[in-house]
């Protein structure tokens, strides 16, 4: 089962957002880990964008740039 936040949020935006490489890595593995990567919050971010805006943000950015995610999906805002 996945765990999606009331901001429809999963485990992969929330430890984006918190900088958790430890983490990160670990949900990179699991078997639904490409829904994850790309999967949209309730305001049109992808875990990509969570890590930008948390901190630390280094570690965050580079383990998903790594994982091939899609870096040019906008949010609502249309920012990529």
Same mark, same amino acid.
Do not use: C, F
């Given at each position: 089962?996945?765990?999606?936040? #009331?901001?429809? $949020?999963?485990? @992969? =935006?929330? &430890?984006?957002?918190?900088?958790?490489?430890?983490?990160i890595?670990? *949900? %990179?593995?699991?078997?639904?880990?490409?829904?994850?990567?790309?999967?949209?919050? #309730?305001?049109? $971010?992808?875990? @990509? =964008?969570? &890590?930008?805006?948390?901190?630390?943000?280094?570690?965050?950015?580079? *383990? %998903?740039?790594?994982?091939?995610?899609?870096?040019?999906?906008?949010?609502?805002? #249309?920012?990529?």
């Open positions: 089962p996945e765990l999606i936040t #009331g901001e429809r $949020e999963n485990l @992969l =935006h929330l &430890a984006a957002h918190k900088g958790e490489a430890d983490l890595t670990y *949900l %990179l593995s699991h078997p639904l880990a490409q829904k994850w990567i790309d999967q949209p919050n #309730g305001r049109g $971010e992808r875990p @990509l =964008h969570r &890590a930008l805006q948390g901190e630390p943000k280094r570690a965050a950015v580079h *383990l %998903l740039v790594d994982a091939m995610i899609s870096v040019d999906l906008p949010n609502q805002e #249309g920012e990529t």
